[in-house]
């Protein structure tokens, strides 16, 4: 009688997750463990703008999602993983918004003569007490600068832009997001 009970509740988590994406609507993850983990990454054309060498990331999150700590601190820092190569460098803060929005702030700097790639840059782990909803996460870039250390200029600087999506947790087989 169990495995019968098993079997009805599969099909009909399998039956809700279907009638979701055949709606248009995208799935979350689920809050496994406590913790759910997003993939940040930086999309650009190389070839039309040349050398990217340094940036801000602002990946805002939703309530009900956190980064433990604040500022700079190692708890914070310890939640952020790099996907690059370790000639590249990565500084994040967490800024809480005090009623507004929460967000970490990402410096990324590449090093001399080698442009950032238009890739996936960073993976961040957040506490969660239930899961985030597709989209909950915002990411935007700031103060864009090329291989010289000038910013970019406004129109060039808006053609960089980042991207969240949710991966599977560490240690998880990809299915089980």
Not at 31 to 43: A, K, M, N, P
């Amino acid at each position: 009688m169990t495995g019968m009970r098993f079997v009805a509740s599969f099909g009909l988590t399998l039956g809700l997750l279907a009638a979701r994406v055949a709606g248009g609507e995208t799935p979350g993850p689920s809050c496994i463990g406590g913790q759910v983990e997003v993939t940040v990454s930086l999309r650009y054309d190389e070839r039309t703008l040349g050398d990217v060498a340094g940036l801000f990331l602002q990946v805002g999150y939703p309530e009900g999602v956190s980064v433990p700590g604040k500022g700079t601190d190692a708890s914070v820092r310890e939640r952020i993983t790099s996907l690059l190569d370790p000639k590249f460098r990565l500084v994040s803060t967490d800024e809480d918004g005090d009623g507004g929005e929460d967000r970490l702030r990402i410096l990324l700097v590449a090093p001399a003569k080698e442009p950032l790639p238009s890739a996936p840059i960073a993976r961040i782990r957040f506490d969660c007490e239930k899961p985030p909803k597709a989209g909950a996460f915002r990411c935007t870039t700031d103060q864009v600068a090329d291989g010289a250390g000038q910013l970019l200029r406004d129109r060039e600087a808006k053609q960089v832009a980042c991207d969240v999506a949710f991966a599977a947790p560490s240690g998880q087989p990809a299915a089980a997001r």
